[in-house]
Nanobody, 120 residues
Framework: VQLQASGGGLVQYGGSLRLSCTAPTFSLDYYTMGWFRQAPGKEREFVAAYTWNGASTDYADSVKGRFTISRDYPKNMIYLQMNSLKPEDTAVYYC??????????????WGQGTLVTVSS
């Protein structure tokens, strides 16, 4: 499954961005989808996930209340709405998918990263 992420950019402290992810040639309906990020010099970390059946979402504590993950099944898209951005949110964001219920447990497919830079 080839995942394509987009929407990164430069934003000021407190601003917003929306990331998008799709698979142009594959249905994502049966995949739990989500996002990870990797800041310079740090490990890649989980950000958010949306289960394949839409039953639940999962967020890292650091983004709860600021980020919202959603998916559009007809458009085969997932989104990450990021509000109240902070400099510590600066990272390369990766779209990811798994056939499991929980993206934290295993990632089956990675998209290319999209860079988010938050200036102070």
């Amino acid at each position: 499954v080839q995942l394509q992420a987009s929407g990164g950019g430069l934003v000021q402290y407190g601003g917003s961005l929306r990331l998008s992810c799709t698979a142009p040639t594959f249905s994502l309906d049966y995949y739990t989808m989500g996002w990870f990020r990797q800041a310079p010099g740090k490990e890649r970390e989980f950000v958010a996930a949306y289960t394949w059946n839409g039953a639940s979402t999962d967020y890292a504590d650091s983004v709860k209340g600021r980020f919202t993950i959603s998916r559009d099944y007809p458009k085969n898209m997932i989104y990450l709405q990021m509000n109240s951005l902070k400099p510590e949110d600066t990272a390369v964001y990766y779209c990811a998918s798994t056939l499991l219920a929980h993206l934290r447990s295993r990632v089956d497919n990675w998209g290319q990263g999209t860079l988010v830079t938050v200036s102070s």
